[in-house]
């Protein structure tokens, strides 16, 4: 997607290596028209999936995933949980994932009566790194008896793993833009 690609060599910002920080436009400041085009896109790669929910992981993916649902005739958006609380329902489906970002593991929770076998879900996030925010939210969907139709990510970072053990599992996936490397704050995109 043309449109991201430009937006993240002008607005994003290489740290290190391995670190974007796209944080004025996708995960802490909202660019609400490319996020629109960015539902559009997701919509045009899964419209023939039959999905009937999305699913994604509190707190940047929940934007993503609600702007995509409103293009497949506004079905639901169910986000994992990452912290208890006293009005969450008890009987929960859980998964623990780990956090390139932020280096560290934590619990994710849906509650039982949003997800159930009848459903084709779409994961909708934004970045895909060592793919384990996949597989966490894979491991409810398979818990519910329900079907992964597929994930759609904002941005994958193709000199990581995640992509590839996805892939190699069979798992449909839609990535807007793929980073080839990031090397002296300069950005390669794959082709």
Same mark, same amino acid.
């Not at 028209?33 to 045009?44: A, Q």
């Not at 039982?112 to 970045?127: A, E, P, V």
């Given at each position: 997607m043309n449109l991201l690609k430009d937006k993240i060599l002008t607005d994003g910002h290489a740290i290190g290596s391995n670190i974007l920080k796209v944080d004025s436009f996708l995960n802490h400041q909202i660019d609400v028209? @490319? @996020?629109?085009?960015?539902?559009?896109?997701?919509?045009?790669r899964f419209k023939e999936? %039959?999905?009937? /929910?999305?699913?994604?992981?509190?707190?940047?993916?929940?934007?993503?995933?609600?702007?995509?649902? #409103?293009?497949?005739?506004?079905?639901?958006v169910v986000f994992a949980k990452k912290t208890e609380s006293l009005n969450l329902d008890k009987d929960l489906y859980t998964s623990e994932v780990?956090?390139?970002?932020?280096? /560290?593991?934590?619990?994710?929770?849906?509650?039982?009566?949003?997800?159930?076998?009848?459903? %084709?879900?779409?994961?909708?996030?934004?970045?895909?790194?060592?793919? /384990?925010?996949? @597989?966490?939210?894979?491991?409810?969907?398979? #818990?519910?008896?329900?079907?992964?139709?597929?994930?759609g990510i904002v941005i994958e970072k193709g000199f990581q793993e995640g992509g590839d053990i996805i892939r190699d599992m069979g798992i449909k996936i839609e990535s807007l833009a793929i980073i080839d490397s990031i090397e002296d704050g300069v950005v390669t995109f794959k082709n």
């Open positions: 028209k @490319l @996020l629109d085009e960015i539902g559009k896109v997701f919509y045009e999936d %039959r999905i009937t /929910k999305i699913l994604t992981i509190e707190a940047s993916g929940i934007a993503l995933a609600v702007i995509t649902a #409103q293009y497949f005739d506004n079905i639901p780990y956090s390139f970002t932020k280096n /560290k593991s934590y619990k994710i929770m849906v509650s039982k009566k949003y997800i159930n076998s009848t459903d %084709r879900i779409l994961i909708i996030d934004d970045f895909l790194a060592n793919g /384990k925010a996949i @597989l966490g939210l894979k491991e409810i969907i398979d #818990q519910a008896n329900a079907t992964l139709a597929g994930a």
